[in-house]
């Protein structure tokens, strides 16, 4: 089994900036990718990006490319999310999920494990 624990949301202005966190622990080995989605009131959840544990490939939504980055920190089996140039349509619940198999994936299905969530909050 394995945990995910988001953290690192909140409120911030437009155009300012956060972190996200995704703490992962239990079998770290059932995790061969690590993807973030996030959800807005009244919308499905949405990809936003991922990253290969392993070889650190990336993978974005067009709607976030050039403007959020994620990372990993191996030794901590921490996946980051930064946020910046942030806009109120960035509004959501941001999840982190981890999935089994090698590859990126855009799609919700290919995940196995996810977190509770973090509010992320843009106001205009």
């Known amino acids: 089994q394995v945990q995910l624990v988001e953290s690192g949301g909140g409120l911030v202005q437009a155009g300012g900036s956060l972190r996200l966190s995704c703490a992962v622990s239990g079998r770290t080995i059932s995790s061969a990718a690590m993807g973030w989605f996030r959800q807005a009131p009244g919308k499905e959840r949405e990809f936003v990006a991922a990253i290969s544990w392993s070889f650190g490939g990336t993978l974005y939504a067009d709607s976030v490319k050039g403007r959020f980055a994620i990372s990993r920190d191996n030794a901590r089996n921490t996946v980051y999310l930064q946020m910046n140039s942030l806009k109120p349509e960035d509004t959501a619940v941001y999840f982190c999920?981890?999935?089994?198999?090698?590859?990126?994936?855009?799609?919700?299905?290919?995940?196995?494990?996810w977190g509770q969530g973090t509010q992320v909050t843009v106001s205009s």
């Open positions: 999920a981890a999935r089994p198999s090698a590859g990126n994936s855009r799609t919700e299905v290919a995940y196995s494990y």
